[in-house]
């Protein structure tokens, strides 16, 4: 049989697996996980017009924050729409 070539990142999976730092978890946990992840799926475009003031105020507390501007717009729209 071959041998299977993991990735770094495969690899780091692979050793915090074998260092037991994942844990098994109840469905009903599992469940809770698999729908958070699915209702931040961007499944959908908008294109709006903003004021460019108001476009480099939100550039900059996403910069701050360390995650690109569209991933913080799309966040807060999230946050108000739930």
Excluded: C, W
């Excluded at 009903?28 to 958070?36: D, H, L, N």
């Amino acid at each position: 049989m071959k041998p299977i070539n993991l990735s770094r990142s495969e690899k780091a999976i692979e050793a915090a697996l074998f260092r037991g730092e994942y844990r098994p978890v109840k469905h009903e946990e599992f469940e809770s996980i698999a729908q958070a992840i699915a209702r931040r799926k961007k499944d959908a475009v908008l294109n709006i017009r903003v004021n460019k003031l108001d476009l480099e105020s939100i550039k900059l507390k996403a910069k701050h924050l360390g995650i690109p501007y569209q991933t913080f717009v799309s966040e807060l729209i999230h946050y108000y729409a739930v």
